[in-house]
């Protein structure tokens, strides 16, 4: 079974983060290289790794840092991985970093108390989880697979990292035959240029649809199932997920179809009220690769996230950690 | 009150339709010129005009293959206009194109019988219309400016070819204060391009969301109620509409929220399953002004528009013709 590059898209070489560009697939499949916090940050930020990227992102960061910090003195090893936490949950504000980050600094603190040598102690430590991580996304994957039934049509919106893709493998393995819907996800179209690539390259039929199309395809009896991802999920259930969600939560509701969310780990937020939603500048409406849309002077306003309550959801196929 | 020139983007000049390009638009307000039926149609076919531009590009067919015709038998005049009539109806399918020839061919026909003049009594009888059309699209917008309230915030979908404008603009005599929200409109964007540039235009505020954000800004309280157009009408209030009206209608629905339709007469569909719904490319959804997204060999599909049952319809204003 061939992972989706999307699945595992950041990794270090030497002192380098290699980090797949999300933004050029896919017309082109390439690696954009980090070689420092600052540079690693704004691959998040513009968006050119999302979703588990950044995940995987901000532990690459980490491991670079404790590389370079070996011949520091622990307190100063420490303080660079502060900065660096830091740094990272800040890059932006609706993705739950800090869940991710505290356990590298927990690690850090281990090893200091424990007289042992932070770099490697940490570095190990977040290694060990890496591998865990890894495991869970698949048993997530495989989870997933066991609630989809031969025949049946899955709409999906944005992209979530391969995940989708695996579960597909393993309904293949058990012999049932599926097909995707999915939408384009605009402005930054991850559903047409990651989900539709993903899944193509992995030989599934899908479908490109316009994200005003959910309750036409729904009416038409032409998708059996909902299956999305979540950047952030509240610990009552609810979910911030890509623009969209919510209305396709809604709708299929309205036409009584099973809405899954592969979701991660509850963060600090009790209910959907308490997660910041990210707006992005309006400006990433108004244009497309550099050629101007709408006219001079125009206002847009892109809410980059949406919050799905969690009395929309049929299900969670969580990670388990 | 300066008229948006998508309100009547049609007119012959000589023997020349000048047609305004909907696809140029924001960034060039430019005209296109058809000399004969095969090049209007084209215009129709590849979405060079829309909406209540159809309308007129029709009936400016018609009068300039009246012009044309002058030297021919009668026999040859009505061979002439019922071919032209064939071509328009079959130009795109959800329009109701044959509401509006059929009358043409009524009137050419009543000429002969008369042993009238076909091209001038025919001619006369069009531009007759074409005023009380005009007169009556006037009408019809004042008549939604009635239903907006002062500080209303207005949803709108696609481009009504300048009726909502207009009706802005008869809210602003009335000293109401309104404020618009459009969505994109994928895949065309003629709510960015056309409808935000026709509103800032007149000077109205306006912000652009993605298409995908219509649950969000409701559940915000950032709308009051939704304006739509509509392409066809069922005889019992069903409309067939661009793409994604269906859902922002069940949208609104959830939210309480009105839903006013900018309505043309009944068509001869008896309801919403009566219309038939154009399916365009799936490719007009896989690029973008010549820039492929989606990857090579991908499926996209892309139905042009939805039905919205007249359920979901707070009110219809019509034509009244």
């Not at 590389?67 to 991985?81: D, F, G, H, N, T």
């Not at 308490?274 to 125009?298: M, N, Y």
Request: hydrophobic letters at 40%; a positive charge.
């Amino acid at each position: 079974m061939r992972e989706s590059p999307l699945f595992w898209p950041v990794s270090l070489k030497s002192n380098t983060i290699l980090c797949l560009d999300e933004t050029a697939l896919p017309q082109e499949l390439i690696y954009l290289k980090a070689r420092n916090l600052n540079q690693a940050i704004n691959l998040i930020k513009s968006m050119k790794t999302r979703a588990f990227g950044q995940v995987l992102m901000a532990y690459h960061i980490f491991l670079l840092l404790l590389k370079k910090s070996k011949e520091l003195k622990p307190e100063r090893q420490i303080k660079v991985l502060k900065k660096a936490a830091l740094e990272i949950n800040r890059s932006r504000p609706t993705f739950p970093f800090s869940f991710f980050t505290e356990m590298v600094l927990v690690w850090a603190g281990e090893a200091k108390k424990k007289g042992k040598d932070i770099p490697a102690f940490t570095e190990n430590r977040i290694k060990t989880f890496l591998s865990y991580l890894k495991e869970k996304r698949i048993a997530q994957a495989r989870a997933l697979s066991r609630l989809i039934k031969d025949r049946d049509s899955i709409l999906t919106h944005c992209n979530v990292s391969g995940s989708l893709v695996l579960a597909a493998q393993f309904c293949r393995k058990t012999k049932k035959k599926i097909r995707f819907f999915v939408t384009e996800t605009r402005p930054y179209l991850q559903g047409s240029r990651l989900t539709a690539w993903e899944l193509q390259r992995a030989r599934f039929k899908v479908t490109i649809i316009p994200d005003s199309s959910v309750a036409y395809v729904m009416s038409k009896g032409l998708v059996g199932l909902v299956v999305v991802g979540a950047d952030q999920k509240a610990q009552n259930g609810d979910i911030a997920n890509k623009i969209g969600t919510y209305q396709i939560a809604l709708l299929a509701r309205h036409f009584n179809l099973p809405f899954y969310v592969l979701s991660p780990p509850p963060s600090g937020a009790k209910t959907g009220k308490d997660i910041k939603i990210e707006v992005r500048a309006g400006e990433e409406l108004l244009e497309f690769w550099g050629k101007r849309i709408a006219p001079k002077g125009a206002k847009g306003f892109y809410p980059a996230f949406d919050i799905t309550p969690h009395k929309l959801i049929s299900k969670h196929i969580t990670l388990g950690l």
